[in-house]
C-alpha cells in the first residue's frame, strides 16, 4: 500500500474496530493485534460518494493559446482554478 497523506491512525482504529481490516483472511477488532512476518492485511476501503459536480458558468476567459491538446489562460488573481470543499463554484473547473 502507497502512503495516502489524508489518512490518519484514529481513522485506521476505526476501520479495523469496524471490522474492515482482515489478517490472513480472519477480521480483527482489535487495533493492539500484533502482525508477523508473512501476515496478510487487507483493508477493505468504505466508498465514498463522489463530490456532485457544480454547474457550468458563463465567464469571460483571457485565452492566450489553444489547440487541440493545450489551453493557456491569463487567469485573473483570485480566482479558483478547481472546486474546494468550501468554494464549489466561481471556479474554472
Do not use: C
Not at 17 to 31: F, H, I, K, L, S
Not at 40 to 51: H, K, M, Q, S
Request: proline share 14%; glycine share 4%; hydrophobic share 40%.
Amino acid at each position: 500500500m502507497s502512503y495516502i497523506p489524508t489518512l490518519s491512525r484514529t481513522r485506521v482504529q476505526a476501520w479495523i474496530e469496524e471490522g474492515r481490516v482482515t489478517v490472513n483472511g480472519a477480521a480483527t477488532r482489535r487495533p493492539a493485534d500484533r502482525l508477523t512476518i508473512g501476515d496478510v492485511v487487507e483493508l477493505a476501503f468504505p466508498e465514498t460518494p463522489p463530490l456532485p459536480t457544480p454547474p457550468a458558468q458563463e465567464m469571460p476567459l483571457d485565452v492566450l493559446y489553444e489547440d487541440a491538446h493545450l489551453l493557456a489562460l491569463n487567469k485573473p488573481p483570485g480566482l479558483l482554478v478547481h472546486p474546494t470543499p468550501k468554494e464549489r463554484a466561481d471556479t474554472l473547473w
